[in-house]
């Protein structure tokens, strides 16, 4: 049981840091000139976010207390 808590937790936390990550990579980054917020939002939640959330989850998985 602890373990899948710690695995959810690092999932949620996983995404938000790759999604923040993602943000701010692409705003500082991009070239983008007329549409540059949705590709900051696209690219954080369906890029970044689940690539986070991904390592998230493993890392909550192996950490041990």
Same mark, same amino acid.
């Given at each position: 049981? *602890?373990?899948l808590v710690r695995t959810l937790s690092g $999932?949620?936390?996983g995404y938000g840091v790759g999604a923040a990550l993602g943000a701010a990579l692409i705003a500082a980054f991009s070239t983008n000139t007329h549409? *540059? #917020?949705q590709e900051i939002a696209m690219? +954080? +939640?369906f890029v970044t976010g689940p690539i986070g959330a991904? $390592? #998230?989850a493993v890392a909550g998985a192996w950490r041990r207390v």
């Open positions: 049981m *602890k373990r $999932l949620v936390i549409d *540059k #917020g690219t +954080a +939640a991904v $390592l #998230g």
